[in-house]
């Protein structure tokens, strides 16, 4: 028999300047029914605060229930401590001239995702824009002040072309 013995499994390997980090949970409802795939950051009220100078990132990305678990950087668990704006966008891309793309695997789907794959589509924008912009957002949470579970509502679904995606 033999035994293998890892003497670092269980720990991740974190930064050394990483900030402790606090759990936090948002969730974004629209016209009263969760919102999914919305993308979720926090932005530090005060961008001078982080002591050692690194900027960290706090997002998540809500799931079917429209709750987001806040993870920094994309890979840590939580939000370092702060005052943040909890800032919420959406987006899809306008559909392809080319139709909707055929059963992924067959030849046609290949044929389709070439020609689709050059062209330019625009963009369009599923949440008011005041949510995800860090001078108009109504929302704030402070880290790790509460239980740092917070409900953000982003009203009346919407639907705008973005300019800025399209370049």
């Not at 606090?22 to 629209?30: A, H, N, R």
């Not at 943040?84 to 030849?107: F, I, R």
């Not at 389709?112 to 589509?121: C, F, G, P, V």
Request: aromatic residues 8%; charged residues 25%; glycine residues 8%.
């Amino acid at each position: 028999m033999i035994v293998l013995v890892c003497s670092s499994c269980g720990k991740s390997n974190l930064p050394k300047d990483l900030p402790r980090l606090y759990p936090c949970e948002i969730t974004v409802i629209q016209e009263n029914k969760p919102l999914a795939d919305a993308m979720v950051t926090l932005q530090l009220t005060d961008l001078s605060r982080p002591e050692n100078g690194q900027l960290w990132f706090p997002m998540g990305t809500t799931d079917h229930e429209g709750k987001a678990i806040i993870r920094t950087n994309a890979q840590y668990d939580g939000a370092p401590i702060g005052i943040y704006k909890v800032l919420v966008s959406k987006t899809k891309q306008g559909p392809s001239k080319y139709g909707a793309p055929p059963q992924e695997g067959t030849p046609q789907y290949t044929k389709w995702e070439d020609l689709a794959s050059h062209e330019i589509r625009p963009w369009f924008g599923l949440v008011e824009e005041k949510f995800s912009q860090a001078e108009q957002t109504p929302y704030e949470i402070e880290i790790p002040k509460g239980t740092n579970k917070r409900t953000v509502d982003v009203g009346n679904a919407v639907e705008y072309r973005i300019k800025d995606l399209e370049k």
